[in-house]
């Protein structure tokens, strides 16, 4: 059974950072896969922040986290980590890894329904 696993949620100043951990577990790793992250703010859709095939490499982002996250891959580690910086109270949200078994060479991608294995997700909160 594939599990997904978050963790590194918290609260934090804006213009802070924090650096939030996904890892898979339960499924055969040399298989290419994607990892993404989402986040739902109270009231809202579930939205893509970003997404990544590990094994290809290609990466993806939303208009509103570019150039403050940074998604990357451990392959040693099985890990995925979102690296965010400048945060902002808007992206207070909970904060969910998700994995499809797809792969992409460019831009994987970030539709919730194309994810079949979700974390327990991780909240995020940043004060003003």
């Known amino acids: 059974e594939v599990q997904v696993v978050e963790s590194g949620g918290g609260l934090v100043q804006a213009g802070g950072s924090l650096r939030l951990s996904c890892k898979p577990s339960?499924?055969?790793?040399?298989?290419?896969?994607?990892i993404g992250w989402f986040r739902q703010a109270p009231g809202k859709d579930r939205e893509g922040v970003s997404s990544?095939?590990?094994?290809?490499?290609?990466?993806n982002y939303a208009d509103s986290v570019k150039g403050r996250f940074t998604i990357s891959s451990d392959n040693a580690k099985s890990t995925v980590y979102l690296q965010m910086n400048s945060l902002k109270p808007e992206d207070t949200a909970v904060y969910y890894c998700?994995?499809?078994?797809?792969?992409?060479?460019?831009?994987?991608?970030?539709?919730?329904?194309?994810?079949?294995?979700w974390g327990q997700g991780t909240q995020v909160t940043v004060s003003s």
């Open positions: 998700a994995k499809s078994p797809a792969t992409y060479i460019q831009k994987p991608t970030m539709r919730p329904h194309d994810y079949d294995s």
């Open positions: 339960g499924f055969a790793f040399w298989d290419g896969y994607t």
């Open positions: 990544i095939s590990v094994d290809t490499g290609s990466t």
